[in-house]
């Protein structure tokens, strides 16, 4: 499988942090770790979902790092559709699509300064404000949850620390964490809670 070199990422040996930043970066690291430790078996994890990255090691540093590339250089060589422009905005990227309300909903939009589209836009953002916060704290907890149940799902305090990952209790989280090797506990808390 390939993924985005730029990706943030964070490489593992057993319980031991190796390398953490950008995929390609942290590959490189991984690779001259295992050049000094034969024995090491490396776990590579997105920074961004929590979620184990299948990396196949093998071969040398240009070989890992070659089978990121794929994803990245079709996306590059895919042609850009420019479908014909009808009336409208084309050039702010205004897109027409159906909605449907009731009529008391249509009364009220309508009502409105600017119409309903203006309305409904001034809506859409008022709503994307006051939930990105909200967003993104869930979206740093799946992460966190992710990652915690593919390296450490076993482990003691694990159920505890979702509770507390949950309910936002980073001291919690920390305590129920204390058993597990020192660098997946910082790594987890660090995806749920942010930086330290």
Known sequence: MSYPADLP???FDG???VANGPLAETLSLGLRYVA??????LVAYSDVTGERLDIDWSGDEQAVLQRLLPAAQMAAAMPVDDPRRGPGRPRLGVVAREVTLLPRHWEWLNAQSGGASAALRRLI???RKTSEARESQR?????AYRFMQAAGGDLPGYEEALRALYAGDALQFDAQLAAWPPDWRNHALRLGFGPR
């Open 9 to 11: 990422a964070t490489v």
């Open 125 to 127: 953002d008022e709503a």
């Open 15 to 17: 319980g031991t942090a």
């Open 139 to 143: 979206r740093a907890q799946d992460a």
């Open 36 to 41: 000094r430790l034969p024995e090491a078996v």
